[in-house]
């Protein structure tokens, strides 16, 4: 098991944002985690990264409890996140925000670093290579249709190695065939690596589509897990998706196990 969490709490002024979580994350594996809005996601998400310190519980990585260390510590454990590409490298190219990827690997100083030409070169354009975006190393990320900005933004967080990536709402803004494409690359990639994956998704296409498990959050508390067909017919999970206008329904086209 890659990650291990156990027990994972959350209070805010005595509000128990997450309550006493637990779950695994595979190498190899995607698992979605998913609940209605407030149900505690980006918390027991941003505990994982490292943005927030736990209340209680602990998160082991490879053997290591990483439960509140600093988000930089755990990135360099091995443990991957997709940023948005800031607003400020729009005007350098694609193979530029990889180089200084690459070079933050490093312990180049991010920002000040102008990146050389040469500079990890070959091993950019390998990583935009394997995302599909070699063909556009030489534009500028700025000029970019949104699906290629995401592809970019997972090169950027493979340029880590990380053994496991978190990903928070991967497909959020995107049209659902640009999802699919996305999400299909990751699943290739994260198979080709062996990377265990966490990631939170509101598109219940994606995650019943791409999922491996799914654990699924009400108000602080874990209440179902499973893989997809488990979830979508367990009665508590359909309960708390009432009136979110997120159907959990079984449909005709899963009974005969064909998802399309
Ligand atoms: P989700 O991502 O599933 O929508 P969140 O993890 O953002 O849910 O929030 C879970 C609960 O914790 C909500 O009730 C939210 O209002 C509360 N919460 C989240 N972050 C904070 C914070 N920084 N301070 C106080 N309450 C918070
Ligand atoms: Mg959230």
Redesign the pocket.
Same mark, same amino acid.
């Given at each position: 098991m890659l990650l291990r969490v156990t027990n994972l709490s959350k209070s805010?002024?005595g509000i128990k /944002?997450v309550d006493a979580v637990s779950f695994d994350v595979a190498a190899g594996r995607l698992l979605a985690l998913i *609940?209605p809005? *407030? /149900?505690?996601?980006?918390?027991c998400f941003n505990m994982v990264n490292g943005q927030l310190k736990p209340s209680a519980g602990s998160i082991i990585f490879k053997g290591n409890d990483i439960a509140g260390m600093r988000a930089r510590d755990i990135w360099r454990l091995g443990v991957g996140r997709t940023f948005q590409i800031a607003a400020t490298f729009n005007s350098m190219t694609v193979l530029e925000n990889v180089q200084m990827a690459l070079a933050s690997r490093e312990r180049r100083l991010f920002g000040l670093w102008k990146p050389a030409a040469s500079w990890h070169a070959d091993e950019a354009m390998t990583l935009l290579d394997e995302v599909g975006m070699a063909g556009h190393a030489r534009r500028a990320c700025g000029v970019l249709a949104y699906g290629d900005v995401k592809r970019v933004e997972l090169a950027i967080a493979l340029s880590n190695r990380p053994q496991l990536l978190l990903m928070d709402e991967p497909t959020a803004g995107m049209a659902p065939g640009e999802r699919n494409e996305l999400m299909a690359l990751t699943r290739r990639l994260v198979a080709e690596r062996n990377i265990g994956v966490l990631f939170t998704e509101h598109s219940m296409d994606v995650v019943f589509e791409y999922a491996d498990r799914l654990i699924v959050?009400a108000r602080g508390k874990l209440i179902a897990e499973g893989d997809a067909n488990t979830v979508r017919n367990n009665p508590r999970v359909q309960e708390v998706y009432l009136g979110t206008g997120k159907s959990f329904a079984p449909r005709a086209t899963f009974a005969g196990g064909v998802r399309r």
């Open positions: 805010f002024d /944002a *609940g809005n *407030g /149900a505690g996601k980006s918390t959050l």
